[in-house]
């Protein structure tokens, strides 16, 4: 029974402030969200992943590791959406990959792996996270745009964040007080507001086409955990790193998929993509507790 009780601590904070979100984009359709995404993306984030990377004692090794395995997760992940989309028929491949090999590990992962292993499984679950805000500005923009610019990756706060941090890790060097004081409020600011700014964002993507939806969301909610427990058999993982890696790659496509596509692809992609995201993420509220239960069972 105690194992509930831990899984229900950890589920309840992220979908009650997820709901708090949708409960205002409901009564408030215009309310104005670009001050989130702008924080998040220029301050929250880099701060989230500083504090979580450098002050929570996790080593250079783990963050190098998991950095790592969660490429290889990515890899297979492509390996599952390509002969996805083809059974499909998208024409577009290319462009509707990103939400099937891009999941949601920082609005929805980091909380929930925060909040079932605590400052330990925070850090680690930084470390996946730092890859995938890395590849949604490379690799995302790349296959929502068909052309690479490294422009993009250059204007881009959190890729310093995650240079720094590793830089900072490497050399086991300890940050001031007043800097891991400072990161951490703005880590749980940037956590309230992303999960609250998913909320909102529900209210406003729509489904068009449900069963290409369907499809790719059991090609991420499904065959994802299910790469991530290949993965942590295979290289023989275990403790609370190995729960932090299931978890993380069993999380449902990333808001930041319908950003990056709202800008560079079209309006068909973009529509494509805002339905993967809306129906893998309604999958994840009877997904995630399942997974959430097996990691804390076996990996803790």
């Given at each position: 029974?105690?194992?509930?009780?831990?899984?229900?601590?950890?589920?309840?904070?992220?979908?009650?402030?997820?709901?708090?979100?949708?409960?205002?984009?409901?009564?408030?359709?215009?309310?104005?969200?670009?001050?989130?995404?702008?924080?998040?993306?220029?301050?929250?984030?880099?701060?989230?992943?500083?504090?979580?990377?450098?002050?929570?004692?996790?080593?250079?090794?783990?963050?190098?590791?998991?950095?790592?395995?969660y490429?290889?997760?990515i890899?297979?992940?492509a390996?599952?959406g390509?002969?996805?989309?083809?059974?499909?028929?998208?024409?577009?491949?290319?462009?509707e990959?990103?939400?099937?090999?891009?999941p949601?590990?920082?609005?929805?992962?980091?909380?929930?792996?925060?909040?079932?292993?605590?400052?330990?499984?925070?850090?680690?679950?930084?470390?996946i996270?730092?890859?995938?805000?890395?590849?949604?500005f490379?690799?995302?923009?790349?296959l929502?745009?068909?052309?690479?610019?490294?422009?993009?990756?250059?204007?881009n706060?959190?890729f310093y964040?995650?240079?720094?941090?590793?830089?900072?890790?490497?050399?086991?060097?300890?940050?001031?007080t007043?800097?891991?004081?400072?990161?951490?409020?703005?880590m749980y600011?940037t956590?309230?507001?992303?999960?609250?700014?998913l909320?909102?964002?529900?209210?406003?993507l729509?489904?068009?086409?449900?069963?290409?939806?369907?499809?790719?969301?059991?090609?991420?909610?499904?065959?994802?955990?299910?790469i991530?427990?290949?993965?942590?058999?295979?290289?023989?993982?275990?403790?609370?790193?190995?729960?932090?890696?299931?978890?993380?790659?069993?999380?449902?496509?990333?808001?930041?998929?319908?950003?990056?596509?709202?800008?560079?692809?079209?309006?068909?992609?973009v529509?494509?993509?805002?339905?993967?995201?809306?129906?893998?993420?309604?999958?994840?509220?009877?997904?995630?507790?399942?997974?959430?239960?097996?990691?804390?069972?076996?990996?803790?």
């Amino acid at each position: 029974m105690e194992i509930y009780f831990k899984l229900f601590e950890v589920l309840f904070p992220v979908f009650f402030v997820v709901g708090i979100g949708y409960y205002l984009g409901k009564n408030n359709p215009k309310i104005d969200t670009s001050f989130i995404t702008n924080f998040a993306a220029n301050i929250g984030t880099p701060a989230m992943i500083i504090f979580a990377v450098t002050s929570t004692g996790i080593t250079f090794d783990i963050f190098k590791d998991y950095f790592w395995y969660y490429l290889l997760a990515i890899f297979c992940f492509a390996l599952v959406g390509i002969p996805t989309l083809f059974f499909l028929k998208t024409k577009d491949i290319i462009r509707e990959l990103p939400p099937l090999i891009l999941p949601n590990t920082g609005n929805m992962g980091v909380p929930i792996c925060l909040f079932a292993y605590g400052s330990e499984g925070l850090g680690v679950s930084a470390s996946i996270t730092s890859l995938i805000i890395l590849f949604h500005f490379t690799l995302g923009v790349f296959l929502a745009d068909r052309k690479f610019n490294l422009n993009v990756i250059f204007k881009n706060p959190p890729f310093y964040a995650i240079i720094f941090s590793a830089i900072i890790l490497y050399l086991n060097i300890d940050l001031p007080t007043f800097v891991i004081n400072t990161t951490e409020w703005l880590m749980y600011a940037t956590i309230f507001l992303i999960l609250m700014s998913l909320g909102i964002a529900l209210t406003r993507l729509k489904v068009f086409s449900l069963l290409n939806a369907l499809v790719s969301s059991f090609s991420r909610m499904i065959l994802g955990p299910i790469i991530g427990v290949v993965i942590i058999f295979y290289f023989d993982l275990s403790g609370f790193a190995a729960g932090v890696l299931l978890i993380q790659c069993s999380m449902p496509s990333a808001v930041l998929n319908y950003l990056v596509a709202s800008i560079y692809s079209p309006k068909k992609i973009v529509d494509s993509v805002a339905s993967t995201i809306v129906v893998s993420t309604l999958m994840s509220f009877i997904t995630l507790p399942i997974v959430v239960y097996f990691a804390l069972r076996y990996f803790s």
